[in-house]
């Protein structure tokens, strides 16, 4: 899952909206990066327009709409039909309108829990739903166990709105209210989401906690601490990653595949 952060104010420092930007550009940026993350191995891409760092400013519906609109409609038409694309909000009006423009995910940072029409939103459209783990403002006393139970109630929570048990993935959360030493436990004992039964989303791309491990890196140079992440994410279940470095990560990712599930192709030439 390759990100695309239509933001001026990504903890990543890859947002592509800048001051100045007219909506054209804008909408060209986002279609030349997300194309690039296709050629280089996507199969989903993620459009965000409001940045989910700690303490960043919030973002009224309308600009968020004014912020991936454009673009989740230009990428509709430029990419291939096989590619899902994914609207990262937690506000039902941005994921309606956004579906209606041609997306076909949602990845919703608070499970659906936000906002009371998201859960319908989600039913009405009949699209998969990313749960993810949230624990902003929750008292925690073993983290992987009070996942467990946020995510469970979650997906019974979507169940009984009427959202099918295929449409769910799950997400534990890394970051989201977490400290560093709690988002390495998670990774540790990342294969216990399994027992949920739905497909496991990571997203440790270019995270905090790998910068703070590895000397106080800035976001940028971040690449090796994520496909350590990415690989044993893999080793540990994981299916989806998303990442910010599609190229570098696709390669972790057939690596990891190879050697965890068998899944390789041998080329003719070593």
Known sequence: MGIVNVTPDSFSGDGISIPDLTEVELVQRAVRQAKAFVAEGATFIDVGGESTRPHAPAVSVQQELDRVLPVIQALQQQLPPEIILSIDTYKAEVADQALVAGASLINDIWSLRYDPQMVEVARHHAV????????????????????????????????????????????????????????????????????????????????????????????????????ATVALGIAQGADIVRVHDVKAMMRVVKMSDAIVRGTFELSVNP
Not at 178 to 197: F, H, K, S, V, Y
């Open 128 to 227: 998969p739903v990313v749960l993810m783990a949230n624990m902003r403002g929750f008292a925690r006393r073993d983290i992987v166990s009070d996942l467990l139970r946020f995510l469970s109630q979650s997906i019974e929570q979507a169940l009984a709105a009427g959202i099918p048990w295929d449409h769910l993935i799950v997400d534990p959360g890394i970051g989201f209210g977490t400290t560093p030493e709690e988002d390495l436990i998670i990774q540790r004992r990342l294969g216990e989401l399994r027992a949920l039964g739905r497909p496991v989303l990571l997203g440790t791309s270019r995270k905090s906690h790998i910068g703070r491990i590895l000397g106080g890196l800035p976001a940028s140079e971040r690449l090796e601490g994520t496909a």
